[in-house]
C-alpha cells in the first residue's frame, strides 16, 4: 500500500536554531501534503496543507514565517522550524494524497518528535 | 463549520471486553467518516471508512456504521485485545467545503488489561 515516510523521528535541538522535517511520498505521487502539529494527550491540529509546485495555505493562528512549508516535488514536502524555541517542542505529522485517490489523504507519516531545549 | 465528538477518555477495558467508542459530527455537505488509531510514538493508522449514510467500515474485528440520521459513527468491537490499546481518532472530510482536509475528533485513549 500506499506509505508516506517521515524523517527524523525525532530531534532534539537549542533554542534558537532550525531544523527540518521532511515528508516524502514513497510509491505515489503526493499533489497535496497536511502538516498536523499533536499536543500531548490531545487532537491533531492541522498547520498548513501544502500543494506541489505552490505556497502553502496555513491555518489561522500558525506564523507562515516561523513554520516554512516548502512542496517543491510530487514526493517530498519540508516543514522547517525556524528559530524554534521550547513552546514549539511537539509531535508533527504529515499527511499526502495522491491526485488518483478521489478520497481523504489515507497516508500519513509515522510522526516526529521535536524537543526545543 | 465542521466538527466531530467522541465521547471522553480514557477507557479502560478487561481483555475480551465489547468495547463501543462514541462519535459524533456536525458537518455542512455530505462527508466521509473514517476512525484512525495512534498506537505509542507513531503517526496515525487508518482502521476503516465509510463514505456514504449507512455504510459500514469494517477493519481488524472493529466496525463503525455511517448514521446520518443520528449523525454519528461509534466504532464498536466485539472482544478488544491487549494489542488494541492505543489512540482512537474519529474524523471526517467534506470535499465540497473543505477539500481533502480532515477534521478530528479529541481522541479516546483506550488501554485492555490482560
Known amino acids: 500500500g500506499a506509505v508516506v515516510s517521515q524523517h527524523p523521528s525525532w530531534v532534539i535541538c537549542k533554542s534558537g536554531t532550525s531544523v527540518k522535517i521532511e515528508c516524502r511520498s514513497l510509491d505515489f505521487q503526493a499533489t497535496t501534503m497536511f502538516w498536523y502539529r499533536q499536543f500531548p494527550k490531545q487532537s491533531l491540529m492541522l498547520m498548513a496543507t501544502s500543494n506541489e509546485g505552490s505556497k502553502a495555505t496555513y491555518e489561522q493562528g500558525v506564523e507562515k514565517d516561523k513554520f516554512l512549508i516548502n512542496h517543491a516535488s510530487l514526493t517530498l514536502s519540508t516543514l522547517t522550524v525556524t528559530s524554534a524555541h521550547p513552546e514549539d517542542s511537539s509531535f508533527y505529522i504529515c499527511s499526502a494524497t495522491g491526485s488518483t485517490e478521489g478520497d481523504s489523504p489515507l497516508h500519513f507519516g509515522n510522526g516526529t518528535r521535536l524537543t526545543v531545549t | ?114
Open chain 2, 1 to 114: 463549520g465542521n466538527s466531530v465528538t467522541q465521547m471522553e477518555g480514557p477507557v479502560t477495558l478487561s481483555e475480551e471486553a465489547f468495547l463501543t467508542i462514541n462519535c459524533t459530527y456536525t458537518a455542512t455537505g455530505y462527508p466521509s467518516l473514517f476512525w484512525y488509531v495512534q498506537y505509542p510514538g507513531e503517526g496515525l493508522q487508518l482502521l476503516l471508512k465509510a463514505t456514504k449514510a449507512d455504510d459500514k467500515g469494517s477493519n481488524k474485528g472493529f466496525e463503525a456504521t455511517y448514521r446520518k440520521e443520528t449523525t454519528s459513527f461509534h466504532l464498536e468491537k466485539g472482544s478488544v485485545q491487549v494489542s488494541d490499546s492505543a489512540v482512537y481518532f474519529c474524523a471526517l472530510s467534506d470535499r465540497e467545503t473543505s477539500g481533502s482536509r480532515l477534521t478530528f475528533g479529541e481522541g479516546t485513549q483506550l488501554t485492555v488489561n490482560p
